[in-house]
């Protein structure tokens, strides 16, 4: 006699891809985990059906491997393109089921009507989900979730960021990681939250006018993924072509293309994990991980076009993390809207931190001028650039300057406004690593180690911090700042004094000056360089200068950066 299906249940299509393997199970927790055979149809989709009540269920696959590890073995694995997994060391899959049909999400969004900024004003906060609560003077002591960075999002929005990069919220083994290797693409890591919470937090910010940049990992995947455990040599290189530094675990093998079935089977697994994060997510841009490692600038190409034709009419830019770095990928005809500017980085860093580093002296002021503008570097444009001090790869600034510098105290925060006071006014999208902006001194580390919001109770910390903002206010209300214009007016190798002007077509102009030493400069004056006759106003003290006959003179402390705008 046929089993009845329950009350209120409908028939829920469980399915798994997996072409050349001998069977493949079903197994769940609404029948104690009694395997069900599945059916395989003729383009290798392994499917069958069972009747559910609304609800939330767990469940695995049990497969015939073809992994050359464990060939002809059964393994047990979790649903490679479920969306959540439960957070224990079964791992199982979680499905949510409504009238028969499982769903990614049960989030009412609220403010998609909200207009969010063009690319070329993005101000990038670079953050870790983990690490962004929890640390010394935080009420939450516990490692950050999801629901945690909204309580966080006011301080973002005092700062003025308009644009998180979450650092990989995509399921990886264990709860803390930088989440660079995974078990998935498609899967919300569990340790921050469930889908519901990250749309929750994407929202959130979307209603202060902060956009969300996803960091995808489409490069490699984590030794114990579900995929390489189905049939490994199906969607992976069997021996990694990449040369050891880049050999970060199985890597997708986008070059393999199944003539039989007709398909790219590692390029439509990952495209179509691309396609979900954009459209059920609202994401609002893509940082791609080593896409030195990926190579295929048409494979990246494609990437880019899917990712904007999902996001509609909303903005929408994609970052490429190339390093060393390549501004072909980020230009006019390169594949993705932006890239790093590394060769920015190795030099403002060093300068900022007064010292020589990786062979760049940091009082080097023409080299310096010349990288501010990214266009004499190879990109096409400062939409093109990211531009940044540190990032998650790197030692912070505050801990170098004490470490390497040997630079502490009031001198060691003049340092830090001098590197922020160039970032926020150079060409090009600028990018903060989490803690930077009140900083946090502490050293790289792989395992857990929050933000220390503490600090912010210290004077020189605040101070750091209101600098930032105050840059950030500044360039949001100059358009000249975030234009391509840029043009080196004065450059005084032997006292370390640099200008620059930067300008658009309604007739703002900002003049910058630095001193990058640390030493007390003096006067300078700037000279033949179009500044028009008038009341100026400098921006970081807050007192007008006169310029005559063109000329400007002013007196720069140590480590001092003016800023002046025509009033």
């Not at 490069?219 to 040369?243: C, G, K, V």
């Not at 609202?282 to 490692?293: K, L, P, Q, S, Y």
Request: proline fraction near 5%; charge should be negative.
């Amino acid at each position: 006699m046929a089993k009845r299906k329950p009350v209120g249940a409908n028939n829920t299509t469980f399915e798994l891809f997996a072409p050349y393997n001998k069977s493949v199970a079903l197994i769940g927790n609404w029948n104690e985990w009694q395997p069900i055979p599945m059916t395989k149809d003729d383009k290798g989709t392994w499917r069958v059906e069972v009747p559910l009540a609304d609800g939330e269920y767990q469940y695995k696959f049990e497969v015939i491997s073809k992994s050359p590890f464990m060939m002809d073995q059964k393994a047990t694995i979790a649903d490679p393109k479920a969306l959540r997994y439960t957070l224990d060391s079964h791992e199982n899959s979680i499905v949510r089921i409504q009238k028969g049909v499982p769903v990614v999400s049960t989030y009412k969004w609220k403010h998609d009507d909200v207009p969010l900024v063009p690319n070329e004003q993005l101000v990038i906060y670079e953050l870790h989900v983990g690490d962004f609560r929890g640390g010394m003077g935080d009420d939450q002591k516990k490692p950050g979730k999801f629901t945690d960075v909204i309580e966080k999002l006011d301080h973002l929005a005092e700062l003025g960021i308009n644009a998180v990069e979450l650092m990989p919220v995509n399921e990886f083994p264990g709860d803390h990681s930088w989440g660079y290797a995974l078990h998935s693409v498609y899967a919300v890591e569990n340790s921050y939250g469930t889908p519901e919470e990250l749309c929750q937090l994407i929202d959130e910010c979307h209603g202060r006018g902060i956009r969300v940049i996803h960091d995808a990992v489409y490069n490699h995947m984590q030794s114990e993924a579900p995929l390489t455990r189905i049939d490994y040599d199906y969607w992976f290189y069997e021996h990694n072509p990449d040369e050891a530094s880049l050999n970060f675990g199985p890597k997708f093998n986008y070059e393999f293309h199944d003539e039989k079935l007709d398909i790219w089977p590692a390029r439509e697994y990952v495209v179509n994990a691309l396609r979900l994060w954009v459209g059920d997510f609202h994401i609002d841009g893509i940082r791609f991980d080593c896409t030195r490692a990926i190579k295929y600038f048409d494979l990246l190409e494609w990437f880019n076009k899917e990712a904007h034709s999902r996001a509609g009419f909303k903005p929408f830019y994609t970052i490429a993390e190339h390093v060393p770095q390549d501004a072909s990928i980020a230009t006019v005809n390169g594949p993705v809207d932006a890239a790093w500017h590394d060769n920015f980085f190795r030099q403002m860093s060093t300068t900022t931190l007064g010292a020589n580093k990786d062979g760049r002296e940091p009082f080097n002021t023409s080299e310096v001028l010349r990288l501010l503008d990214s266009r004499n570097d190879g990109f096409g444009s400062g939409y093109n650039t990211i531009q940044y001090l540190s990032n998650h790869d790197e030692e912070r600034i505050m801990y170098q300057l004490g470490a390497m510098a040997n630079t502490f105290d009031d001198a060691a925060f003049r340092r830090a406004k001098l590197g922020a006071s160039l970032l926020m006014t150079a060409p090009g999208i600028p990018m903060i690593w989490m803690g930077e902006e009140f900083g946090q001194p502490t050293p790289k580390t792989l395992d857990p180690q929050p933000l220390q919001w503490g600090l912010l109770n210290n004077d020189r910390n605040k101070g750091l911090f209101q600098h930032y903002a105050h840059l950030i206010k500044l360039r949001k209300e100059n358009p000249a700042l975030y234009s391509d214009n840029f043009q080196a007016i004065l450059d005084l190798p032997g006292r370390g004094i640099i200008g620059f002007k930067r300008w658009n077509d309604a007739g703002d102009v900002v003049v910058v000056v630095a001193n990058l030493m640390p030493v007390y400069a003096g006067e300078f004056e700037i000279k033949d360089a179009g500044l028009e006759d008038g009341l100026w106003h400098e921006m970081v003290y807050g007192y007008d200068a006169m310029i005559l006959n063109g000329d400007l003179k002013d007196t720069l402390a140590e480590s001092e950066v003016k800023i002046y705008i025509k009033r």
